[in-house]
């Protein structure tokens, strides 16, 4: 193991992590509540790159790649999942100063829900399985491949969690200039927006 080759995926897994996709938009969003909520999301986030990371290691990864009717079952699913969840982030938002005039709004969210739903966030674009599968062969030695996997998957789960763990205080301190206002729910809607169009993506290939 070189440093080169530690500071190249470095490098490119720390871009990937900080441009805006579902994960941040879906982090952000969770920081509307609490702080706490965004750390149990990204808990969420990590939990299922463990999963794509031991679908390239034991090799289930590739069957699931070359599977295509599989592979696309799982593609849908997952794209119907994000535009469900985005939807009820636009429909809901953050709540409202007004409890009574939403019963359903999510003023107060459980952390438990908040990883859950990470980890389904992460899962619902199986994408990023490709995305592994092409990634780590190029940084990975043949003779030491389950080790190499392991520690360039530590590294991409420790850059995972401090983007998202970044983006959630950020995202804490907006909300808590806000508040509770038209602006704060206005932008939460926002990120359900952008996960939707994510969702499309997925779909559409």
Same mark, same amino acid.
Not at 56 to 67: F, I, M, S, Y
Not at 169 to 192: D, L
């Given at each position: 193991?070189?440093?080169?080759?530690?500071?190249?995926?470095?490098?490119?897994?720390?871009?990937?992590?900080?441009?805006?996709?579902?994960? =941040?938009?879906?982090?952000?969003?969770?920081?509307?509540?609490?702080? @706490?909520? %965004?750390? #149990?999301?990204? /808990?969420?986030? $990590?939990?299922?790159?463990?999963?794509?990371?031991?679908?390239?290691?034991?090799?289930?990864?590739? =069957?699931?790649?070359?599977?295509?009717?599989?592979?696309?079952?799982? @593609?849908? %699913?997952? #794209?119907?999942? /994000?535009?469900? $969840?985005?939807?009820?982030?636009?429909?809901?938002?953050?709540?409202?100063?007004?409890?009574?005039?939403?019963?359903?709004?999510?003023?107060?969210?459980?952390?438990?829900?908040?990883?859950?739903?990470?980890?389904?966030?992460?899962?619902?674009?199986?994408?990023?399985?490709?995305?592994?599968?092409?990634?780590?062969?190029?940084?990975?030695?043949?003779?030491?491949?389950?080790?190499?996997?392991?520690?360039?998957?530590?590294?991409?789960?420790?850059?995972?969690?401090?983007?998202?763990?970044?983006?959630?205080?950020?995202?804490?301190?907006?909300?808590?200039?806000?508040?509770?206002?038209?602006?704060?729910?206005?932008?939460?809607?926002?990120?359900?927006?952008?996960?939707?169009?994510?969702?499309?993506?997925?779909?559409?290939?």
């Amino acid at each position: 193991m070189t440093l080169e080759s530690t500071l190249q995926f470095l490098a490119i897994t720390l871009f990937l992590e900080v441009t805006p996709g579902p994960g =941040v938009m879906f982090i952000l969003y969770q920081s509307a509540f609490s702080f @706490r909520n %965004a750390v #149990a999301g990204t /808990l969420g986030l $990590l939990t299922s790159n463990v999963i794509w990371i031991s679908l390239v290691a034991t090799g289930l990864g590739l =069957v699931l790649t070359q599977n295509p009717s599989v592979f696309d079952a799982l @593609r849908y %699913a997952g #794209a119907v999942y /994000l535009v469900y $969840l985005g939807y009820k982030i636009i429909h809901y938002g953050i709540g409202k100063p007004k409890a009574n005039d939403n019963i359903h709004a999510e003023q107060h969210k459980s952390t438990w829900s908040s990883y859950r739903q990470g980890m389904l966030t992460s899962l619902s674009n199986p994408k990023a399985l490709l995305f592994f599968m092409a990634l780590f062969p190029q940084f990975t030695r043949p003779e030491y491949f389950i080790e190499d996997i392991i520690y360039f998957g530590l590294l991409k789960m420790t850059c995972l969690a401090v983007v998202m763990i970044s983006y959630g205080v950020m995202g804490r301190r907006m909300f808590n200039y806000m508040g509770e206002s038209t602006w704060a729910n206005t932008i939460s809607r926002v990120f359900g927006g952008g996960i939707i169009i994510a969702a499309i993506a997925i779909a559409r290939g």
